[in-house]
């Protein structure tokens, strides 16, 4: 199984509700294959502190654990060396077969840093669009020497600072 980028989005909603037009603009991307939502976990707080959680994936259980072991494997490679790959795959094919790909001590975490009366979602998005583009650089004997998002708080950060040298 091919897999494209993965990206972590971790996003707030101050009123606590994931709905309208960004529930309907990932709808979107998810029925046009430019997405494809491997985990999300929903975590909502009511103002008694009450936590309620939703999780959903767009991925079969098989799938779900051939990507854990994958990331598991590169996970213990990068703690253990190749020792590490083994015992890293395994764990991670285990954690996916039980359900989830995102670890449930995030779940508590997320519920603690959120206020009451609030929601926040932890979302894990391949990026099925970047395959061929991928595939395309590689054929051509390319490679991704920096992968990195850029958001408009950086560039204003930068304007910042090069506002300080001078």
């Known amino acids: ?29 998810r ?31 098989e799938e779900a654990v051939e990507l854990g072991a994958l990331a598991g494997a590169l996970m213990g ?6 020792e590490g790959v083994e015992a ?5 094919a285990e954690r996916a077969a039980e359900g989830s790909l995102i670890d449930e001590e995030n779940v ?16 894990l998005l391949e990026h099925r669009w970047a395959i061929p583009l991928r595939d395309a650089i590689a054929e051509a004997g390319g490679e991704a020497l920096l992968d990195t998002w850029i ?4 560039l204003i950060a930068a304007g910042a600072a090069a506002a300080a040298q001078d």
């Open 108 to 123: 508590w975490y997320l519920a603690d840093a959120i206020p009451p009366g609030s929601a926040a979602a932890i979302a």
């Open 151 to 154: 958001h408009p708080e950086d």
């Open 77 to 82: 490679f990068g703690a253990e060396g190749e």
């Open 1 to 29: 199984m091919e897999f494209g980028p993965v990206q972590i989005l971790v996003v707030g909603f101050e009123h606590g509700n994931f709905e309208g037009k960004a529930l309907a603009e990932l709808r979107h991307l």
């Open 88 to 92: 890293g795959a395994l764990a991670g």
């Open 31 to 61: 029925e046009h294959d430019i997405v494809r939502l491997l985990d999300l976990l929903f975590v909502r707080k009511d103002e008694e502190g009450n936590v309620e959680e939703i999780e959903l994936s767009d991925i079969p259980s």
